[in-house]
């Protein structure tokens, strides 16, 4: 059954350094998706990402944040400059029409 | 705006056990997609189910089933008897009808089944 796969599965990084997290949508999926999940909070959407533009983005997702699919095949999450807060479990999502998202296992980010 | 609740943080159950996950929400949307997500402890978050709002069939899976109540705002789900293995946080969320909308999570519900 094809999957979300994401890499790697756990990062640490010095505050201020530039991070870049990976993700391979589900191959026929249009609409990709990234949310972030403090530990022991809930799951917080960041940005969604469609026909290859931003469609919809949160307040969490300023200038530090930005995304990419730079290929058919990958798509990216880059934080410019980490911070403490930063730290948490990233999860990419991707959808076929929309509406049903299929998640990856995540990417655990600990800024030191 | 929208707005999921889910009013138990924790619920403990001994195996074999029903056990009702409550998810209230709010939205101005008339029409809106409800969904179902399991994480268990090994972290990933799995889809359950999706329901249209203008769909108040309940559903049932296995020993799943979902209560859709459109006048009060409910969509709730049911483990008939629950294993270890249902162990699990579950999120209720909502977005609005139509293409490529983030998911507005509840805060989850943490369920420990006991042996």
């Known amino acids: 059954e094809p999957e979300v796969t994401q890499t790697p599965s756990h990062q640490v990084t010095q505050m201020g350094q530039e991070v870049i997290l990976r993700c391979v949508p589900i191959?026929?999926?249009?609409?990709f998706y990234w949310y972030r999940q403090i530990l022991g909070q809930k799951v917080e959407f960041l940005v969604s990402?469609?026909?290859?533009?931003?469609?919809?983005k949160s307040e969490i997702f300023d200038d530090q944040f930005s995304v990419e699919r730079p290929d058919g095949s990958n798509f990216t999450l880059k934080i410019r400059s980490t911070k403490l807060e930063d730290s948490a479990m990233y999860f990419c999502?991707?959808?076929?029409?929309?509406?049903?998202?299929?998640f990856g296992p995540g990417t655990r980010l600990t800024v030191l | 705006a929208q707005k999921v609740t889910q009013a138990q943080t924790e619920i403990s159950v001994v195996e074999k056990e029903d056990v009702t996950l409550d998810c209230v929400y709010e939205?101005?949307?008339?029409?809106?997609?409800l969904f179902w997500y399991k994480q268990p402890p090994s972290g990933e978050l799995v889809f359950l189910i999706r329901?249209?709002?203008?769909d108040e069939q309940n559903e049932i899976s296995g020993r799943y089933s979902w209560n859709f109540q459109k006048s009060t705002s409910s969509f709730n789900f049911t483990i008939t008897a629950s294993q270890v293995v249902d162990s699990a946080v579950y999120f209720c969320?909502?977005?609005?009808w139509g293409a490529g909308y983030a998911l507005n999570f509840g805060k989850g519900t943490s369920l420990l089944v006991t042996p």
């Open positions: 999502a991707s959808s076929e029409q929309g509406n049903e998202q299929f």
């Open positions: 191959s026929n999926h249009l609409y």
């Open positions: 990402f469609y026909n290859n533009e931003i469609s919809e």
């Open positions: 939205t101005r949307d008339t029409t809106y997609y």
């Open positions: 329901r249209n709002s203008f």
């Open positions: 969320a909502l977005t609005p």
